[in-house]
T-cell receptor, first 115, second 113 residues
Framework: GAGVSQSPRYKVAKRGQDVALRCDPI?????LFWYQQALGQGPEFLTY????????KSGLPSDRFFAERPEGSVSTLKIQRTQQEDSAVYLC?????????????FGDGTRLSIL | GENVEQHPSTLSVQEGDSAVIKCTYS??????FPWYKQELGKRPQLIID?????GEKKDQRIAVTLNKTAKHFSLHITETQPEDSAVYFC????????????FGAGTRLFVKA
């Protein structure tokens, strides 16, 4: 079956531009997570959705970061007025259960480069 | 805040030898400890996990041990093969009271043929 799909795979933007990153989780998965992975580091938690509800956004680094999952399936991570420090791989993961203590299925990520 | 420390950052072993990666967590409410393998440019993939009510779990050449008192858990890979070369991440999360999964910084494992 289809795994977690993210698009685009690569995104280059100029500093100050807005970007939108898309995540298609595995069908029927309740939980959806967004992570930021800097080069040579582990994934850092950004936000968590249970269906359409954003239950934890404590990892979003600033108010320039916004995520949504309006129908409880596809999710979009938006970054406004991008800065160079936003350059990273953005990973999406989903799991079938409504909790974080379950195996997560990751997408291939979007590599974002801010010039 | 919560954090997970992982050691070593790099590990080089000869094919057939064992490899051990160690992690320490700070949040005593953590009860789920997965390990992910990430090959260059690819997605992290779960290789084994352990819950806090179990001290050890094994799956073929891979085993994980957990010491809740010390807040310490380890990954053991026996009879290493070149295809085991990758970056390995440990992680910790709670079941209730939070939705974060905290990852370690990763261990780059090289298996020399």
């Amino acid at each position: 079956g289809a795994g977690v799909s993210q698009s685009p795979r690569y995104k280059v933007a100029k500093r100050g531009q807005d970007v939108a990153l898309r995540c298609d989780p595995i069908s029927g998965h309740v939980s959806l997570f967004w992570y930021q992975q800097a080069l040579g580091q582990g994934p850092e938690f950004l936000t968590y959705f249970q269906n359409e509800a954003q239950l934890d956004k404590s990892g979003l680094p600033s108010d320039r970061f916004f995520a949504e999952r309006p129908e409880g399936s596809v999710s979009t991570l938006k970054i406004q007025r991008t800065q160079q420090e936003d350059s990273a791989v953005y990973l999406c993961a989903s799991s079938p259960q409504p909790a974080s203590n379950q195996p997560q299925h990751f997408g291939d990520g979007t590599r974002l480069s801010i010039l | 805040g919560e954090n997970v420390e992982q050691h070593p950052s790099t590990l080089s072993v000869q094919e057939g030898d064992s490899a051990v990666i160690k992690c320490t967590y700070s949040d005593s409410a953590s009860n789920y400890f997965p390990w992910y393998k990430q090959e260059l440019g690819k997605r992290p993939q779960l290789i084994i996990d352990i819950r806090s009510n179990v001290g050890e779990k094994k799956d073929q050449r891979i085993a994980v041990t957990l010491n809740k008192t010390a807040k310490h858990f380890s990954l053991h890979i026996t009879e290493t093969q070149p295809e085991d070369s990758a970056v390995y991440f440990c992680a910790a999360s709670r079941g209730t009271g939070g939705f974060k999964t905290i990852f370690g910084a990763g261990t780059r494992l090289f298996v020399k043929a």
